[in-house]
């Protein structure tokens, strides 16, 4: 039972253009949302958050969007560079501290 | 300020064999919780500690796998007689006292049973 999904296991985009990964959750009692970037032989390192009573979060050229009532969000990074090629995780927690995370999309950046 | 610090960073183990993985979480955090990847998948929630107490073991299989994180002391993952299945890697992070906070990882010890 998959409560965070991340339906794309892969997209590429061109360097400068916008790369947009999304992610789906399950579980209405999740409040918090997060994203990690992973590069391989390395831990999962924070990128970006939103709690459920925001819609949208910025941070440079990362800009989380939450939609509560389709329990959806997504990760918009703009401009793409080649140095955000790794595997991205979005991740939920509620009540209870830990993570769920999703499987992961692996962006490359084209230069 | 030292990160979240585990070893072995790789730790190869015969089947059979104890495995025992190690985490310092980062100074002033007081919540520790170890993850498991699998080759192509996503991490897993295994178990949640505080200091001396478990929290949260829901994720952790109900065999051979304990956990603990002492007053003194790195927190332990140890997983008794080893089989193949339990090959991947193992991450840890923490987090502070607050709530809806991000936790940090680890660079992971990954295990390989052989």
């Known amino acids: 039972d998959q409560q965070v999904k991340q339906n794309s296991p892969s997209l590429s985009v061109q360097e400068g253009r916008i790369s947009i990964l999304n992610c789906d959750y399950t579980?209405?009692?999740?409040?918090?949302f997060l994203w990690y970037k992973k590069y391989p032989a390395e831990g999962p390192t924070f990128l970006i958050s939103i709690s459920s009573i925001k819609d949208k979060n910025e941070d440079g050229r990362f800009t989380v969007f939450l939609n509560k009532s389709a329990k959806h969000l997504s990760l918009h990074i703009v401009p793409s560079q080649p140095g955000d090629s790794a595997v991205y995780f979005c991740?939920?927690?509620?009540?209870?501290?830990?993570?769920?995370f999703g499987s992961g999309t692996q962006l490359t950046v084209l230069p | 300020n030292a990160g979240v610090m585990q070893n072995p960073r790789h730790l190869v183990r015969r089947r059979g064999q104890e495995a025992r993985l190690r985490c310092s979480p980062m100074?002033?955090?007081?919540?520790v919780y170890w993850y498991r990847q699998l080759p192509e998948e996503g991490l897993k929630f295994m178990v949640y500690?505080?200091?001396?107490?478990?929290?949260?073991e829901s994720g952790m299989p109900k065999e051979r796998f304990s956990a603990e994180f002492p007053k003194e002391g790195p927190s332990i993952l140890r997983i008794q007689q080893v089989v193949r299945g339990d090959s991947a890697a193992y991450f840890c992070a923490s987090s502070p006292l607050m709530e809806n906070t991000e936790a940090f990882f680890g660079q992971g010890t990954r295990l390989t049973v052989v």
């Open positions: 991740a939920s927690s509620g009540s209870a501290r830990q993570l769920t």
């Open positions: 579980n209405s009692m999740f409040d918090y």
């Open positions: 500690l505080q200091k001396e107490n478990i929290i949260d």
């Open positions: 100074k002033g955090h007081s919540h």
